[in-house]
Antibody, heavy 120, light 111 residues
Framework: QVQLVESGGDLVKPGGSLRLSCAASGFTFSDYYMSWIRQAPGKGLEWVSYISSRGSTKYYADSVKGRFTISRDNAKNSLYLQMNSLRAEDTAVYYC?????????????WGQGTLVTVSS | QSVLTQPPSVSGAPGQRVTISCTGSRSSIGAGYDVHWYQQLPGTAPKLLIYGNSNRPSGVPDRFSGSKSGTSASLAISGLQAEDEADYYCQSYDSSLSASVFGGGTKLTVL
């Protein structure tokens, strides 16, 4: 079955860095656009970044532009999010999600999420 | 503050029908971008409920329906059941932000 499993979440100090991973299985990973979406504790969903199927196109939310970098390794069926200069407001559960198609479409499925806590 | 506006909470008794609104702008829903809905049960990841304004993925009961008109969309849940108690989020795209956007979420309580 289609499955996404995130890892890499941790407690990190403000200004620190962290790399999240998302392992995909059950589908042809290289055919799909992918996104990272986050949810701060007790808050709503916020789209963070997306990457095209071959990795040539990347978009970021203004809140993370210049600090976060999305990438993928299609040979390893893996999606990544490199997070630098972390701030307290980056504290959230980070989900990876598969896009339908190449346009601004829906996300399905989602992984179970990985928690990033930014605190001194 | 979310780009798409949803009521923070709605409630209904078992068997009743409730609706959740999602209001956007001329650069999002009003520009013709589709609206999608997700259900998030407590402690779990969001799950796709409605895509392309009114389509249900396989396995989603027909008690759930979606519609879109102008700059707004709605999710309707009929025949409310206890297991429907969850947070519901709408999602679309905003061309002025070049970003996928979500509503702030609506907590459904089944009385």
């Amino acid at each position: 079955q289609v499955q996404l499993v995130e890892s890499g979440g941790d407690l990190v100090k403000p200004g620190g860095s962290l790399r999240l991973s998302c392992a995909a299985s059950g589908f042809t990973f290289s055919d799909y656009y992918m996104s990272w979406i986050r949810q701060a504790p007790g808050k709503g969903l916020e789209w963070v970044s997306y990457i095209s199927s071959r990795g040539s196109t990347k978009y970021y939310a203004d809140s993370v532009k210049g600090r976060f970098t999305i990438s993928r390794d299609n040979a390893k069926n893996s999606l990544y999010l490199q997070m630098n200069s972390l701030r307290a407001e980056d504290t959230a559960v980070y989900y990876c999600a598969r896009h339908y198609g190449s346009g601004p479409n829906w996300f399905d499925p989602w992984g179970q999420g990985t928690l990033v806590t930014v605190s001194s | 503050q979310s780009v798409l506006t949803q009521p923070p909470s709605v409630s209904g008794a078992p068997g009743q029908r409730v609706t959740i609104s999602c209001t956007g702008s001329r650069s999002s829903i009003g520009a013709g971008y589709d609206v999608h809905w997700y259900q998030q049960l407590p402690g779990t990841a969001p799950k796709l409920l409605i895509y392309g304004n009114s389509n249900r993925p396989s396995g989603v009961p027909d008690r759930f329906s979606g519609s879109k008109s102008g700059t707004s969309a709605s999710l309707a849940i009929s025949g409310l059941q206890a297991e429907d108690e969850a947070d519901y989020y709408c999602q679309s795209y905003d061309s002025s932000l070049s970003a996928s956007v979500f509503g702030g979420g609506t907590k459904l309580t089944v009385l």
